[in-house]
């Protein structure tokens, strides 16, 4: 079974739709999304139909919970003008669907959540190898996928151990589909074998510009895009 695990696809319509692509193209079987389908982007509500009607698994993000209602003060000021704009552009059905979303699923031999699975509610943010190595003691099983940090990244159980292969224990960090912030500004998402064990971090360009343009349209600060531009 080939699963596309994407994540942070921050309501940016044309690196989903490119994503969504690329993983068809790839022989994807399956689509995951790791959370924060809205915040950030121009087009909180054509990405989350998308998502609803096309992903076979959904969790929630810390910016799906702050556009359902959640608190927004812990957002730097252009995340929460964000939140604010996609709350009046929701609905209600799909603001709701955002408020249902759970923190944590586990299918097809992996976990999946936003941030990490230890505490997965709290979005903590793996910034130390402590903190980073902590987490395998948090899900069963052989791999966990997360996102959150908008920056791809393969951790093993074992030091020296780079690839994702048998015998060893993984968390992966897919990078983000709509606001990568690696100095790659190239959508990224995951790629699982889960026959093989295996995981390709794949990389696709998309329409950047035509984003660009969508996030003056609807008001949103001209940093955000910016910040789509250099990968940041």
Known sequence: ???????????????????????EARGA????????????GPDPGACLEVVRAEFAVNVMGNHDLAV???????????????????????????????????????TLDAVYV???????????RLETSRDTRR???????????VGHSHRPAVVSDTLGVFRVRRG????????????????????????YDSEEFSVEIVREHYDRERT????ARVGLPA????RLREGR
């Open 68 to 106: 359902a209602g959640g608190t927004i003060d812990y957002l730097p000021p252009d995340a929460q003008a964000a939140v604010r704009l996609h709350r009046e552009m929701l609905t209600a059905p799909q603001t709701e669907w955002l408020a249902g979303l759970p923190p944590r699923a586990a």
């Open 212 to 215: 660009v343009v969508s996030l």
């Open 1 to 23: 079974m080939r699963v596309a695990v994407l994540s942070d696809i921050h309501a940016n319509l044309e690196a989903l739709q490119a994503a969504v692509r690329s993983a």
């Open 135 to 145: 987490q395998f003691d948090a899900f069963e099983g052989a791999i966990c996928f």
């Open 223 to 226: 940093n955000l895009g910016k």
């Open 29 to 40: 079987d399956h689509l995951v999304n790791l959370g924060d389908v809205v915040g950030y």
């Open 168 to 191: 060893h224990r993984f968390l992966v960090d897919v990078g983000s589909v709509g606001q990568p912030r690696d100095q790659d500004p190239r959508l990224a998402y995951a790629l």
């Open 114 to 124: 936003h941030a990490a699975p230890d505490h997965p509610e709290l979005w903590p």
